[in-house]
């Protein structure tokens, strides 16, 4: 629902994906995320590009990377990765052997670095990071999604505790609906 404090809203859908060196080496690493739509990067989340361009979002064989993904996977700008994706649906899952049940290919077009890369919050801010455009997602559909999530740009003089709260009532609210209907 559009709430009139926010001023911009992107998604992003991190995937069940690893990353495959050319010698046939999974990485789990690595987290792999795609925009959900056409705001990331441009009206929300804009990550400081050190080489390149971000990704089109109509391309589903382009991709952004962060230093520590270009360090650790030893990638560039015009380099191929090859990602193996595999079903949200199996608890069994070991991605570091099982086959792919899909495979993507991408070309790094450019090099980020983002505000949760620079002084990392989490253990997921900490990780390299693949980023891919809008066209990733909507192609392969959310039985590869393994979270989703919001960036939310609020307005000039919006307060953020008031916004947080309401959004936590809301996934609060939304969390027991779902519990109590099955």
Do not use: C, W
């Not at 390149?52 to 191929?80: K, N, W, Y």
């Not at 949760?116 to 039985?143: C, E, N």
Request: glycine share 6%.
């Amino acid at each position: 629902a559009h709430r009139p404090e926010v001023q911009a809203l992107s998604v992003v859908v991190g995937l069940v994906a690893v990353p495959v060196a050319s010698d046939g080496r999974r990485d789990i690493d690595v987290l792999v995320a795609a925009a959900g739509d056409t705001h990331y990067g441009a009206d929300v989340e804009r990550p400081k590009l050190l080489a390149g361009r971000m990704f089109h979002p109509d391309r589903q064989d382009e991709a952004v990377i962060d230093q520590a993904a270009a360090r650790h996977l030893h990638l560039r700008i015009g380099s191929t990765v090859t990602l193996y994706l595999f079903p949200n649906s199996d608890p069994q899952l070991d991605p570091t052997r099982d086959p792919p049940s899909r495979r993507l290919s991408a070309r790094v077009v450019g090099i980020i670095v983002t505000r949760d890369s620079v002084v990392p919050l989490t253990a997921l801010d900490a990780q390299p990071h693949i980023l891919l455009g809008p066209a990733v997602p909507a192609a392969v559909g959310s039985t590869y999604f393994a979270f989703d999530g919001a960036y939310v740009r609020l307005r000039q003089g919006a307060s953020v505790t008031a916004f947080s709260d309401r959004a936590h009532a809301l996934i609060y609210r939304k969390v027991h609906e779902v519990a109590n209907t099955g």
